[in-house]
């Protein structure tokens, strides 16, 4: 089912439908009908660019992290435990030694920064092995191990391959002692995680990261498309595609508004 519901999603993402949107268009210049062939190129060019370039990303990724800005650790509430779920740390390379820190691995410090801070006496790291035999609640231990935090400051979740299941699990091993959790996940999965961890029962304060959003302009125009805007915009993609089909499905029935919180 893991596997199923990633390639089922390619289908909502700019360089899978592209290159679909490209296949059509040749199955139809063999057939003749050029009008048509025409046409899916102009739409597979328009889906390809557009979230290549930097309005793309201020259109879909833009909005969903406004509502998350990044806080200190100072501006925010004390918790019952700090759940950090995964996505930062990739599966070494072949010839690599241990996990490759990616773009999302910011949240593995904040996380630290939380611990250290007395925010939390307990860091709950989530998230299954989802490529290769070590999980990524394993690796992120490793990793704020190596920042400073004892291995007996952390819990692993290793169940979990999606961000339902991190809350599910992360409920039925901690719920009884915490009900108050630090969340911190990227702040454009931020809206649909919380939604999940307050519809199994938890308090949310949301402590954001990997904002990816740029503040200032690059060396390259913004209307030239560049493989990192189209990269933002895909996971931008993923969590608006993502709420609504949890939303549909009623997974955040349960949630209620004065659940999740934001620091002022």
């Known amino acids: 089912m893991f596997t ?3 390639v089922l999603s390619l289908f909502v993402y700019p360089l899978s439908l592209g290159v679909f949107l490209v296949g059509l268009s040749l199955l139809c210049q063999l057939r003749g009908n050029r009008a048509a062939a025409g046409l899916y190129t102009f739409f597979a060019l328009a889906v390809l660019y557009y979230p290549s370039t930097e309005f793309g990303v201020e259109a879909l990724a833009k909005p969903l992290e406004a509502r998350y800005p990044a806080f200190s650790p100072e501006e925010l509430p004390e918790g019952d435990i700090i759940v950090v779920l995964g996505g930062g740390i990739e599966a070494e390379g072949y010839f690599g030694r241990w ?3 990616n773009h999302a691995a910011d949240r593995v410090v904040s996380a630290a920064e939380l611990w250290h801070a007395n925010k939390a006496a307990k860091i709950v790291v989530s998230g299954g092995a989802t490529n290769g035999p070590v999980s990524e609640a394993r690796r992120m231990s490793d990793l704020l191990e190596r920042l400073g935090v004892p291995a007996a400051a952390i819990s692993l979740e290793e169940k979990s391959l999606n961000t339902e299941g991190n809350a599910r699990e992360v409920s039925a091993m901690a719920k009884a002692n915490a009900q108050h959790v630090l969340l ?23 402590a954001p990261t990997d904002h990816r959003v740029a503040r200032y302009p690059g060396a390259v125009p913004g209307w030239m498309p560049q493989i ?18 949890g939303k549909q499905l009623g997974s955040f029935e ?6 999740v919180e934001v620091a002022d």
């Open 99 to 101: 996990g490759d820190l």
């Open 228 to 245: 990192k805007h189209l990269d933002t915009s895909t996971a931008a993609i993923h969590e608006w595609v993502g709420y609504w089909v």
């Open 184 to 206: 911190v996940t990227s702040s454009v999965h931020m809206r649909r995680a919380s939604a999940l961890f307050a519809a199994y029962g938890f308090k949310v304060t949301a």
């Open 254 to 259: 349960s949630t209620t508004d004065d659940t």
């Open 4 to 6: 199923l519901t990633k």
